[in-house]
């Protein structure tokens, strides 16, 4: 897309949020010896801040549906900088899981009220590819972002990269404040419409195939090093290697899935998840062999993200003019959906069917997503995603 600096700004707020939340992964054993718990115990403070986002996300989009969409986002964008800001001053465990709590209630929010707002900013037939820039912040992050404040913490303590994250909440909301038009809030009726439009057919089709789409990715991505320690014998090196070859993947899928979604959001999801399927078979038969896992690291990457911008179109538009609080459900849903997809990977494992049945339980995973689609789009229903006038 040509310079658009208002979505730019969206993307460093989404660039901020997840490496906010991704960094502390790699940062556990560090906050659990500084803080003297156990690393499962720290662990805790990744399945909050999941519950954070599932709960954040309709109560800061109901309860803010009056005010401007610039104030909006500014606001949610303080939100995370002051969580992040408790995070990096924490001297106990009590107040990092509280710090982590008040950083996650911005996060579905934000990404729901900005891929709204990021497609309402583009001409008609945009949407998706504005939603993608968006996104793109968010795949920056993964390959750049993560692996830089995992290093930060090693090198520093483990509460730099926090005041890292708060930088770039203040750069946001300078952002924001700077290129965002003021627009009001949209005219759909308020929180009852909005709470209505949940109920709708096409909007629980939509987000039910978010779920799906995203726990065929996590099903693999949650265990994904030791599938490759243990199915290929990777090095420490080359498992790094991986992670960098799937971040650059998630960053072409990104790119490729809004450029196809503004000319078709249901058929490039049915391509997209029928490819998916297909590589994730392919990753099953020949994970053993490095070269070929290269290739197919990548495109998993590319298959599993170019799904997220037309999923999010999908539900904007079957939400029709109520679409922030169904956006908003969309990003929990793709938190359930990694939840779905670690639990049903542990499950494969803990049965005893082998590492190498990973990537078959998320082909399946994709098949009954793209099921769900194919009878969608036969039936109509979200038939709204398709239209290339998204309300702001």
Known sequence: ???????????????????????????????????????????????????????????????????????????????????????????????LMAARIVTSLNHGAFFGVGAVVA??????????????????????????????????????????????????????????RLTLPDRPAPNGGGALAELKVLGHASVIVALTLTVLGASAMFTVYTYIVPLLRHEAEASVAFVTVMLV????????????????????????????????????????????FPAPTILLIFLWGITSFAIVPPLQIRVIGAAGNAPNLASAVNIGAFNLGNAVGAALGGAVIAAGLGYQALPLAGAVMSVLALIGVWIASRGGSGSQADDKTVPC
């Open 245 to 288: 070859v799937y971040g650059l993947g998630l960053m072409v899928g990104n790119w490729l899935g809004g450029h196809y979604a503004d000319r078709s959001v249901d058929r490039t999801l049915l391509v997209t998840l029928a490819s998916l399927t297909l590589v994730l078979i392919a990753l099953a038969l020949l994970v053993p």
């Open 119 to 176: 497609a309402s900013l583009v001409a008609p037939g945009r949407g998706a590819s504005a939603v993608a820039t968006m996104f793109m912040g968010l795949t920056l992050a993964t390959v750049v972002g993560v692996p830089l404040a995992t290093w930060m913490g090693e090198q520093f303590g483990w509460r730099l990269p926090f005041w890292g994250f708060t930088a770039i909440g203040l750069v946001t909301m300078l952002a924001l």
């Open 1 to 95: 897309m040509t310079l658009n600096p208002p979505l730019f700004a969206l993307a460093i707020g989404a660039f901020g949020i997840g490496i906010s939340e991704f960094s502390p992964m790699g940062l556990l054993p560090l906050i659990a010896g500084d803080l003297d718990v156990s690393i499962p115990i720290a662990g805790l403070l990744i399945s909050a801040y999941a519950v954070g986002v599932m709960v954040g996300a309709p109560l800061m989009t109901l309860t803010s549906g009056k005010m401007k969409r610039r104030s909006l986002l500014i606001g949610l964008a303080a939100i995370f900088t002051l969580g992040n800001l408790l995070a990096a001053l924490s001297q106990s465990y009590g107040m």
